[in-house]
């Protein structure tokens, strides 16, 4: 028989009255919170162009340019650039521009069945390429600075090999390199997405592309939940609790909920290329991954390379983020780990500024 | 045809509406009592009697508690009241936690059955052989999603008899959890622990492959019925749109690469133009103050 807690009973049913009153004072307050405090990616910016369902913006700055070379950010496929401008106290793209950086973002719109043959090389070959093309044009510069998070640091990286004259710096965040370098994590919530990605055979995935069109942000969310089972079940409740008596706490909480639920599909090929050719074949680290009929060649990053990881990243583990060291064409590499998770890098509110600032001081000293 | 999930999903709202009446009922009354066994209890001398008094005002606060929880959760049902769209999604999962999507066989094998369960197979017509074929694969995701929903099960099982192990281990030590709140979190580290540890097995991730293996054959077999359906008819089909994708896509690339190679040859031909629009750039950016 399992021993109980042995807390008196009237302070059991105090405490379970407290809950209660907690819980009905956080209904009433959820009842009366409306969308518009609940918004997000509010800093102001520029469409500059379009293309398709891709929108490449330019942010007006918030200070005295101190980089003259521009920077672009590229997100994942998976989730949404928004991320970066979550609120005006935890944001990302506020931190660079506050530091005089001409920051640029590029929103790959959200993915539908129609889209299912675009691939990973129509997005670095034609989208990112047009988005620099127009950022060279818009500012005179001839290369840009890239600065990629995650899946976006696999294109950005892809492009600067491709592309080389047209990158200044190459930034990568939290960016899955080798992708069977989560055999060498030993902390168990760590790597999972590489372990669920090689249980699947290639044929599971074709299939799931000839199914659906696209990989579902709503599959992914559902894999993604299982790499923190316990939080996935206890967000919304104990966590919510946490914070319901608290509007600025709830409005935090239920702006990174609008982020989650904003999760766009994959285009279908491109989902191929990302789970067959670099999470099951890890062909990006091998040199053998191939876009528009050339090599991705590591040797080809002759740019100066950041590589920026996350020290408890359970999506993206440190060993599959760290594995460029003597593999790129350049001297001028340097990585920086930081604490957080591989969002909490860019959100929490311990971390505002450290990313940010890290980036500018690397750009700054490589900005001749 | 009438949809088996939604008219599910109808019945237990129903089924929770009156049980939430008559708890309701029932926690009136017994507040009532509450109430007053406060009252007389109060009255009494002596250590005994303060004892009960204060157990039956804490009992007394805890309905008034559960009464007036009740009420917010019927002030904000939907129709009710009228919160934003995101606050009114995160209280729906307030109200209707994830946990025991989690707890019947995963929130996963949810999403996944979801995903893999098209139209029902009436729609279709009756083409016996075909449907037959249906049929079979049907069960085999039925199968399947039995044979996730196990392991998942038995996960959960394993975490309790950890986390029985684990009070035990520390009553016997001196050191159980006094408090509620302790022993919550111990149980929430332990389920997690086993949780994590049986994602990784390689019977859960055999069990979640074949389920999703199986909901892929399901639906692309249905595919063919559809079509083979609807083709006759002159209607479109999911291929046939795919197709049409493919070559719009195979277009665009085309086009792009045109664009491209015309856009470079005129750059070769007017480089003195493209590097005095280069230089009137940089002046334009130092002006704007940026360093030199």
Redesign the interface.
Known sequence: M??M???G??E??????????K??????K?????????QIATTPKDEVFHS?KVTLYRYRPLA?????TPVLIVYSLIGRYTMTDLQEDRSLIRNLLKQGL?VWVVDWGSAS??????TID?YVL?YL?DCVAAMRRG????AVNLLGICEGGVLTLAYAALEPMRVKNLVLTVTPLDFHADEAEEK??HG?LN??TR???AR?VD??I????VL?G??M???F??L???????K??LD?LEVVDDEPKLLN??RM??WL?DRPHHAGEAAKQWLKDLYQENKLIKGELELGGRKVDLRALTMPVLNIYAQDDHIIPPPTSRALEGKVGTRDYTELGLPGGHIGVFVSGKSQGIVGKGIVDWLSQR?R | MTNPWEDFAQRSRELYQQQAELAKSWMEGQAKLAGTLAGSTGQEEGSQGQGWG??AA??A??W???L??G???G??MPGL???????????G??LD???LA?VGGS??GE??RR?TEGPRFADLGAIERRMAKLMELWLKVQQAARGYEAVVAGAWAEASRR??QE??EA?RAGQ?????K??LKLW?DV???T???T??SERF??A??EL??HG??F??AE?EVVESLVEPAGLPTRTE??EV??S???L??RV?TLE?TTAAAQEAEEPSTARA??????T??RA?????
Do not use: C
């Open positions: 399992i021993p807690p042995t807390a009973t009237a059991l049913m105090r405490a379970a009255a407290a809950f209660n009153t819980i009905a004072a956080g209904v009433t959820l009842s009366s919170i409306k969308d518009e405090q609940v398709d005295e340019r101190q980089i003259a001409d069945r129609a889209d299912r043959y675009l129509d034609h390429d500012t005179g510069a001839e168990l919530e999972f372990v669920w249980s699947l055979t599971d299939r799931m000839e199914v659906w069109g579902p709503e599959f969310g559902a894999v939940s299982m923190t089972p316990i939080r996935s079940i206890t919304y409740n919510l909480y239920l909920e609008k639920a900005d | 204060a157990e804490a009992l606060d805890l008034r508690s559960w007036k929880l009420g917010s959760f002030g904000a009241g009228e919160p934003g769209q995101i606050a009114a999604e995160t209280l999962r307030f936690p994830v946990s989690l929130q996963v999403t996944i995903l986390f029985a009070v035990q009553a159980a959890p006094s408090q509620p302790d022993a929430l389920a997690n622990r949780l994590l540890e994602h990784r991730l055999t979640q492959a999703l293996r892929m054959d639906l692309l595919r749109l795919d994708h493919g719009v896509q195979e665009k690339r792009r491209k629009a280069t230089a009137a750039h940089k334009k950016a704007q103050g940026a360093p030199a």
